[in-house]
């Protein structure tokens, strides 16, 4: 089993490398890829110095799979250009989530409509990943009409140099600024860019991927998505409004029986979830459990986890292992 890493000296290519080792992925020959400033540099894996080749390089390798986190640009030119040579490429980028024919997976969720032609696969955004997760296991009984889901998304989703202006202003510092605002004692309502419909880029994905993936286009999602000064995980205030009554113990099993999910849910001891327990967790965790007292048939959901493991790297991961389990790798 020949597996690439491509931007694997980024933030998630490094949690991907170490998913890979404590997940025991069949890895027989690692290939780490990189852009060419980081070609010649090491990491560590499975407590060996691998060397970083071009992504050129690792094409002319043919790897079995191909986990790609190194942005839009470089999935673009790069992913088809695998794929031709046999690949499987798995896509931490928002280049190919919403093209028809791409599947974009989370395989709690839909990792049935993965088959052996697909050579191109899209792993979801990371508010959307976690929030699918907690909610389709009610979709399926209850059948969702609408969502309202607000996000405290931590500083790790956009990458090192915003973890840096964090703790750069945390010590007094001057930051070389990541976000158009002090982040350490502040929170604002901006991620992604703003579209003409008022709306950003991040939250226009929790719409588009939460259908896609869930498989109805009818949900309607209302999203904000909120920057905070974390770095355990994104955090997610989520109303749902079913077609159906639901009963709320019910609904307590569910979750509690629903794979990837761990409810924490204990008012009375102040146990919920947290983006500080979360860190360095593969799990959703859900709590907060409650009707919605203002409108029927609704509920709402606390929804945490760490949006650079299940998030990026143990989801794409995770695609990589069902796809190893059907025998679809070689």
């Not at 986990?67 to 695998?82: C, L, N, R």
């Not at 950003?200 to 949900?219: A, F, N, P, V, W």
């Amino acid at each position: 089993m020949r597996v690439a890493v491509v931007g694997a000296t980024g933030l998630v290519g490094s949690v991907m490398l170490r998913v890979l080792e404590e997940r025991n992925f069949p890895v027989d020959e690692l290939i780490v890829a990189a852009s060419e400033k980081s070609v010649g540099k090491t990491v560590k894996f499975k407590d060996a110095e691998v060397k970083v080749c071009s992504v050129a390089d690792a094409v002319k390798q043919k790897p079995a799979v191909a986990i790609f986190s190194a942005g839009s640009a470089a999935s673009k030119e790069w992913a088809p250009k695998f794929a031709e040579v046999g690949t499987t490429v798995i896509d931490n980028s928002s280049c190919w989530r919403m093209y028809p024919e791409i599947p974009l997976v989370v395989p709690e969720v839909n990792a049935g409509v993965l088959t052996p032609n697909h050579k191109i696969i899209a792993n979801p955004n990371c508010s959307t990943i976690q929030l699918v997760v907690a909610i389709n296991p009610l979709h399926l009984k209850y059948r969702i009409k609408r969502i309202v889901v607000s996000t405290y998304q931590s500083v790790t989703g956009t990458g090192v140099k915003a973890v840096n202006q964090l703790f750069a202003e945390r010590q007094g510092h001057e930051a070389d600024m990541a976000y158009p605002h002090p982040i350490d004692l502040n929170c604002f309502p901006h991620g992604g860019t703003f579209l003409d419909n008022g709306y950003t880029t991040e939250e226009q994905k929790l719409i588009d991927e939460t259908r896609k993936i869930i498989g109805d286009q009818s949900i309607m999602v209302s999203p904000t998505v909120v920057r905070i000064p974390v770095i355990g995980g994104h955090s997610e205030s989520v109303n749902l409004e079913f077609e159906s009554e639901f009963d709320i113990n019910e609904v307590n099993e569910i979750l509690r029986s629903a794979p990837g999910v761990v409810v924490q849910d204990n008012p009375a001891t102040n146990h919920y979830p947290m983006p500080r327990f979360a860190e360095g967790k593969d799990d959703v965790f859900v709590g907060r459990i409650r009707r919605d007292v203002s409108r029927p048939r609704s509920l709402n959901l606390w929804v945490v986890s760490d949006n650079l493991r299940k998030g990026a790297a143990t989801n794409a991961i995770q695609i990589a292992e069902y796809l190893n389990a059907k025998g679809w790798l070689r």
